[in-house]
Each structure stands twice: as structure tokens, then as C-alpha cells.
T-cell receptor
Framework: GIQVEQSPPDLILQEGANSTLRCNFSDSVNNLQWFHQNPWGQLINLFYIPSGTKQNGRLSATTVATERYSLLYISSSQTTDSGVYFCASAITGTASKLTFGTGTRLQVTL | NAGVTQTPKFQVLKTGQSMTLQCAQD?????MSWYRQDPGMGLRLIHY???????DQGEVPNGYNVSRSTTEDFPLRLLSAAPSQTSVYFC????????????FGSGTQLSVL
């Protein structure tokens, strides 16, 4: 099956700093999503972005499907951004089998 | 709009006991799935369904059964619980169409002693 690798595994930022999280995948995909798991365990869908660029407030994401990677940008980070960020993807033709990476744990400090 | 609802939130079982984790969604989504989350391993797909009466196995299906008799409900059954099934379980659903965003329930923390 598809391999999904995320980097860095851990990240500590001061409030107000910017960051870039990376997701590499091993095969051609037609489904790429980013999720945030807050400290209470809730998983929130941030982006569905199989290709191109999207922005939602301080967050934006870019997927370059031909080069098999996606980036999540967090600008002007806040303590509420803390948690674990997961990317997940599915090989073209297998949209039902979304595979998750192991996540990037982000801690934003004052 | 409740979204995806999971019950119970916490459960402790003894080895060999059976139980059913409930999942319901009110978004009329055809696709539903179950994931388990273990420390350091992300989320792994257990079973999924693309519509009522249709189910299929994911990455880690052993020890779990599912059925899909209605669009709204997708229960996960543990027939004989084992300590290796201690985990956090998430149910998810999504629409089919232009956006395939996956929506998760709040999770069930299961401990098998």
C-alpha cells in the first residue's frame, strides 16, 4: 500500500512564529487531506487538497501531486494550534482506503 | 447538526468479552469507516463501507466485525476482546463527489484487561 511520511515528528514554536509541515507519499494519489488532532483528541479536517493550493485563515496547504508531497503552512501560530497534525492520502482508484501518516506534534508556547 | 456520533466514550473490558461500538451520522454520507489510533502509529483503517449492505476490510480487520444495514449507522463489533485491541477507536464518514473530506466522531477509548 501507499506509504505516508510526515516531518518533522515534533515541533516547538513560540507564539507568533510561522511553520511548515511536510507530507511525502509514495505513489500517485487523488486524495490528500490534512487533519488537526487537538489536545482533547478531536480530529478536525483542515483541508481536502489532492492538488493545488488552498488557504483558510492563518493556515494554507499546497500539494504537488507530480512530486508526491504536500505542505501545510501555519502562520502567526497561536497556542490553540497545538496538537498533532496528520496528513492522509489514498492511491488513485482506492479512495476508500485513506492511509495516515504518523503525524507532526506541534507545541506552541507563550 | 450532530455530525458523527460515537458511543460510548470510554469502555473497559475483560479479555474474552464482546461489545459493540456504535457510530451514527446524520449527514447522509454513503461512506463510513472505522479507524484505530495507537501511540506512534497514526490511524489505521479497520473496516469501511461505501453504502448500506456493502462493507470491506481495511488494513487491520482481524478481530472486528461490521455491518451496514442503514445509511446512518455503522457499528463495530469485538467478538472476543484481546489486550491488543486496547486503543482509541474513531468512526468517520464522508460524502462522495467533488470534495471527499472525512469527518470524524469524537472517539471511543477502549481498554482490554
Amino acid at each position: 500500500g501507499i506509504q505516508v511520511e510526515q516531518s518533522p515528528p515534533d515541533l516547538i514554536l513560540q507564539e507568533g512564529a510561522n511553520s511548515t509541515l511536510r507530507c511525502n507519499f509514495s505513489d500517485s494519489v487523488n486524495n490528500l487531506q490534512w487533519f488537526h488532532q487537538n489536545p482533547w483528541g478531536q480530529l478536525i479536517n483542515l483541508f481536502y487538497i489532492p492538488s493545488g493550493t488552498k488557504q483558510n485563515g492563518r493556515l494554507s496547504a499546497t500539494t504537488v501531486a507530480t512530486e508526491r508531497y504536500s505542505l501545510l503552512y501555519i502562520s502567526s501560530s497561536q497556542t490553540t494550534d497545538s496538537g498533532v497534525y496528520f496528513c492522509a492520502s489514498a492511491i488513485t482508484g482506492t479512495a476508500s482506503k485513506l492511509t495516515f501518516g504518523t503525524g507532526t506534534r506541534l507545541q506552541v508556547t507563550l | 447538526n450532530a455530525g458523527v456520533t460515537q458511543t460510548p466514550k470510554f469502555q473497559v473490558l475483560k479479555t474474552g468479552q464482546s461489545m459493540t461500538l456504535q457510530c451514527a451520522q446524520d449527514m447522509n454520507h454513503e461512506y463510513m469507516s472505522w479507524y484505530r489510533q495507537d501511540p506512534g502509529m497514526g490511524l489505521r483503517l479497520i473496516h469501511y463501507s461505501v453504502g448500506a449492505g456493502i462493507t470491506d476490510q481495511g488494513e487491520v480487520p482481524n478481530g472486528y466485525n461490521v455491518s451496514r444495514s442503514t445509511t446512518e449507522d455503522f457499528p463495530l463489533r469485538l467478538l472476543s476482546a484481546a489486550p491488543s485491541q486496547t486503543s482509541v477507536y474513531f468512526c468517520a464518514s464522508r460524502s462522495t463527489g467533488l470534495s471527499e473530506k472525512l469527518f470524524f466522531g469524537s472517539g471511543t477509548q477502549l481498554s482490554v484487561l
